[in-house]
């Protein structure tokens, strides 16, 4: 009988890690951080951790024997699958057994791939001798005795799936993270029907706002927006995730409507790069929707020199 163990993602927002057994086959759905638990211990940038050991010490991460990238002892499961790639749901991949493969969709890759060359080199963010295996819609992943099957899901990052796991008795679906007020809520209606489609046994869902939540479409988002450039008198500072290219296009179309251009970081630069190679995503073009702001000093890193070209 198929097992599901939760070592994350109960109780707190984020930090999913749920592991699947199904005879000898073992998988882990999404390895994220777990931000609750990590605020109590560090603050970034004063205090990050420094071992795999200190994070276990502490309860940040599970004690599963093997299933880390310290010691020689032989791994524990045989695959990751990752849903998404908001570091509360992928993060923590960079701390894992070097011989554990990593499935996640192609933008997923992009992102996080992005995420660890433009960050100070740290234990946190280090995805580097990681087997990563890309999927999209429509694919099966064979793991062991189990099929995965990843469905695309509309969320506020690109390459977001929901993942259907065929196990020996029965399947277990598997959201992630997922939306039906973005701006292509069909592909959420995809996954949901698919899902349907498989009279799964278990259903492993998000609870953040179920309840309780004022939720607005990113076409509310745009409008308020509008309103807040045309009023504003001189420089617009905003913050949001660089990963979130539905949010970015709304701040292009209101500077447009307002006769303002929008600024973003290197970093976010970097990212947008990496995402315009796969033009099914329509991210924003570099040259012709943004410009990019940066300062001035002597020595640039090679990703700054990747953007600065």
């Not at 996080?112 to 087997?131: C, M, N, Q, V, Y």
């Not at 702001?293 to 070209?309: G, I, P, T």
Request: with cysteine; aromatic share 8%.
């Amino acid at each position: 009988m198929p097992t599901i163990t939760f070592y994350g993602g109960v109780g707190e927002v984020g930090g999913n890690k749920i592991l699947v057994c199904d005879g000898d086959t073992k998988l882990m759905l999404d390895f994220g951080v777990s931000f609750t638990s990590r605020k109590r211990f560090y603050a970034d940038p004063y205090l990050t951790p420094r071992s795999i050991d200190s994070l276990i010490e502490l309860g940040v991460l599970p004690r599963i024997q093997g299933l880390y990238r310290v010691g020689e002892a032989e791994s524990p499961i045989d695959a990751v699958v990752l849903s998404h790639p908001h570091l509360d749901h992928s993060g923590y991949i960079s701390l894992l057994n070097r011989s554990i493969p990593v499935y996640c969709g192609e933008a997923t890759l992009r992102v996080l791939s992005a995420f660890g060359e433009t960050s100070p080199r740290r234990l946190e963010l280090d995805f580097t001798g990681i087997e990563f295996k890309t999927f999209r819609t429509g694919d099966r992943l064979k793991i062991g005795s189990v099929e995965v099957e990843p469905w695309h899901v509309d969320h506020s990052t690109p390459g977001s799936y929901g993942l259907i796991v065929h196990t020996s008795a029965g399947s277990i679906v598997y959201t992630g993270d997922f939306r039906a007020h973005g701006t292509k809520p069909q592909l959420t209606q995809d996954f949901t029907e698919a899902a349907a489609r498989a009279d799964p046994t278990a259903v492993i869902t998000e609870a953040t706002n179920t309840a309780g939540a004022e939720v607005s479409s990113e076409e509310k988002v745009k409008e308020s927006l509008m309103e807040v450039v045309s009023r504003a008198e001189g420089l617009v500072l905003a913050s949001f995730s660089i990963a979130d290219i539905d949010r970015l296009r709304s701040f292009i179309e209101a500077a447009r409507e307002c006769g303002r251009a929008v600024a973003v970081s290197m970093r976010q630069a970097y990212l947008l790069a990496k995402l315009e190679q796969d033009p099914k995503l329509g991210v924003p073009e570099l040259l012709k929707d943004i410009v990019v702001y940066r300062r001035v000093k002597k020595v640039y890193r090679s990703w700054e020199q990747a953007v600065l070209k």
